[in-house]
């Protein structure tokens, strides 16, 4: 059995765990990110890299982080919430640990770890995963690699064009499936219809104070669940659209499945449930053809580690 580290970074923590050859998290620890500081954020990787192989064999590390990489898989080139600009993590964290490194984005080694151990292991070919949070990510395997492209910014899921012309996008696009199938999709969607029609989202409005504007993301799946209209109508927006992009990407690739993860899929069939439809409504000739199924992920906060920890052990 090989044993190597996954270290998943994200704006507000560095999660890390020791895994085994069958995607088994062993042992693992986190530590807070000092998301402005880039040499404070490199240091505490170091760090938690060196607690975890204290005492153990360690073949490797894999480090996922939320920006783009490079297609070396060494550099983070730009992280929209960190402080990382053109940083050549590979070689600080290697030459640290003394241990071969390889960093990818975190949208990839969550789709990697559904593929190899979770929602798709079944999958020997081909798998796309959306992720859907705050914003929207994602990652494509095909011929069971993943898929990088040229620059190895490939697979930005969320920032496909929904609606031209549409919502203002982070990545300065207007129209994004980001601004459409998110999380804050489905608090904007919520607090407009609790704006509109408050007599229907009496649910909601009481967890919230009374407010539409105090309304976040756990008070709509709390209200939904509860049956309040207005916030199942949100969740059915977001899954309406959603679906298209899973119709859109079946279409194009082909996949052998299609994996709904982040933290909205909590929400279960809620999300999944209008999802689901929407995707086949938007696949006309279903009928005459075979269509990936549509699944919800399966390791959550842990796929990060596992993937990278997996990737890792590829190096």
């Known amino acids: ?34 998301a402005d500081d880039v040499g404070k954020t490199r240091d505490v990787i170091i760090e938690l890299v060196g607690e ?7 073949e490797a590390v894999g480090i996922g982080a939320a920006g783009w990489i490079d297609a070396s898989r060494s550099t983070v ?15 600080y964290v290697s030459k640290a640990v003394g241990l071969p490194v390889i960093v990818e984005n975190d949208g990839n080694v969550a789709a990697w770890a559904e593929f190899r151990h979770g929602a798709a292991r079944d999958a020997d070919d081909s798998m ?7 914003g ?33 996008c982070g990545c300065g696009r207007l129209g994004c499936i980001e601004q459409y199938a998110s999380g ?4 904007r969607f919520a607090r407009a219809g609790a704006r509109q029609e408050p007599n229907r989202a009496t649910a909601l409005l009481d967890l919230a104070g009374g407010e539409a504007e105090a309304i976040t993301g756990p008070m709509v799946t709390a209200a939904a669940q509860g049956g309040d209209p207005i916030s199942a109508e949100a969740f059915a927006q977001i899954g309406r659209w959603l679906g298209t992009s899973l ?9 052998q499945t299609l994996v709904v993860g982040g933290g909205v ?3 279960g069939d809620l999300l999944l449930g209008p999802t689901r439809r929407s995707y086949l409504d938007a696949l006309a000739q279903r009928g005459r053809l075979p269509v990936a199924e549509v699944l919800p992920a399966e390791l959550g906060n842990s796929a990060g580690v596992i993937g990278a920890a997996d990737l890792a052990r590829r190096i």
């Open 77 to 91: 080139l730009f992280a929209p919430n960190l402080a990382w600009r053109d940083e050549p993590l590979r070689e």
């Open 128 to 134: 796309i995963m959306f992720t859907i949070g705050t």
């Open 52 to 58: 975890l192989a204290a005492g153990r064999t360690i």
């Open 184 to 187: 804050s999709a489905l608090v």
């Open 247 to 255: 119709a859109d990407m079946a279409q194009i690739l082909d996949p």
């Open 136 to 168: 929207v990510g994602g990652g494509i395997v095909l011929g069971g690699e993943l898929m990088r492209g040229a620059h190895g910014i490939a697979a930005e899921l969320g920032h496909m064009l929904a609606v031209p012309d549409g919502h203002q």
């Open 1 to 34: 059995m090989t044993l190597t580290i996954g270290v998943d970074v994200g704006g507000t923590k560095v999660a890390g765990g020791v895994v085994d050859d069958t995607g088994t998290v062993l042992v693992q620890t986190r530590r807070d990110t000092p």
């Open 265 to 267: 899929i909590d929400a």
